[in-house]
């Protein structure tokens, strides 16, 4: 998941956007694009990521300045139908944060969202909202300005209701407990690359498997990791071949051997037929680059990519594209 504005990948995408001809971005704003686009008017800029929640035809996505939001899609949807997003979630007590990595906990009937500090001045932290009535039903802080520099940034929630949440800055992953109580800290060596500017942007998104393992992504490097939960946390580098995953962000699984990476080219579709000791860039999707793709989702079996950027003013109209991946 994207780190805060004042952050080393977003800090590297502003470049890289200053470096675009505004007449580029206007025509490719323009173009006919190439697969089915679900398009929602918002009130902010920067939507960090974007999950589909089946049960109430919604996708719930989640504010860079903070908060939650839902974008409804009615049973009449008609393709091309701009809809329009909702505020949901707008904590006073955590306002300063952003909210970064969600996960949709459908059999506790809840959303977990991680905050993150944007500017070193509040904290990195789990929240878990009901998602019937989004009540808040705890607040975990993970770390403070006072401990070692931390970002949180992702979430998977495992079948116990367990959450993992990963630290992009000093490359861990924090457990809390299904209640909201911090268990446990997941530390490896694997982590850490020799080369210091490999972590400035470092662990990332992570997904739960249904065989009781996480999978992990390292930003800068491409790196997979799976831990296996059932070992003692055991962390395994995944060796992938036939493509790199260098800048992947967020993760979705569309199916138990294969996987979604969210990112820079817009998405990669990566496949495994070992249990993920061992896994292949199988193809590629290029979708709307300077829109920055973000976060991944499922949505009646197809993949989605959630944009970090809006375009428009006053209204921003954002895009969350259907993934139709080629070799």
């Known amino acids: 998941m994207a780190l805060s504005l004042c952050s080393a990948k977003s ?6 956007l200053s470096a675009i001809p505004v007449a580029f971005i206007i025509s490719l704003e323009l173009a006919k694009p190439n697969t089915h686009v679900f398009y929602y008017h918002s009130s902010g800029f920067f939507r960090e990521c974007a999950k589909w929640d ?11 300045d903070g908060g939650v939001g839902e974008i409804r899609v009615p049973d009449d949807y008609s393709p091309g139908t701009v809809l329009q997003e909702a505020t949901v979630v707008k904590d006073v007590d955590v306002a300063g944060n952003s909210s ?3 996960v949709v906990d459908r059999p506790r009937n809840r959303l977990l969202v991680v905050n993150a500090d944007v500017l070193g001045n509040k904290y990195s932290g789990l929240a878990a909202y009901d998602l019937s009535t989004w009540d808040r039903l705890f607040l975990t802080h993970l770390s403070g300005p006072n401990d070692e520099k931390s970002f949180a ?3 998977a929630v495992d079948a116990e209701g367990n959450a993992y949440i990963t630290d992009a800055k000093t490359s861990k ?3 809390v407990g299904k209640d909201g109580e911090f268990l446990s800290i997941i530390r490896s060596p694997l982590f850490i690359q020799k080369q210091w500017y490999k972590n400035l942007v470092a662990l990332n998104g992570i997904v739960y498997h249904p065989d009781g393992f996480l999978i992990v992504i390292h930003t800068f490097t491409g790196n997979l990791y799976k831990i296996d939960l059932a070992k003692d946390d055991d962390v395994k580098l995944i060796k992938v071949t036939e493509g790199s995953l ?3 962000d967020g993760l979705e699984l569309l199916s138990p051997t294969k996987l979604v990476v969210a990112g820079n080219p817009s998405g990669r579709l990566v496949e495994s037929s070992d249990g993920w000791e061992t896994a292949s860039v199988v193809a590629k999707f290029k979708g709307p680059a300077h829109r920055l793709a973000t976060a991944a989702t499922v949505k009646d079996g197809r993949a989605y990519l ?4 809006g375009m428009g003013y006053p209204k921003k109209k954002h895009v969350i594209v ?6």
């Open 153 to 155: 940034d992702d979430v």
């Open 100 to 102: 970064v990595g969600i």
């Open 54 to 64: 089946d049960l109430n035809r919604r996708f719930i996505v989640s504010f860079l």
């Open 246 to 248: 260098s800048f992947g």
């Open 306 to 309: 959630s944009h970090m950027v």
């Open 11 to 16: 800090l590297i995408f502003l470049f890289i």
């Open 173 to 175: 992953i924090w457990k």
């Open 322 to 327: 259907e993934a139709v991946f080629s070799t």
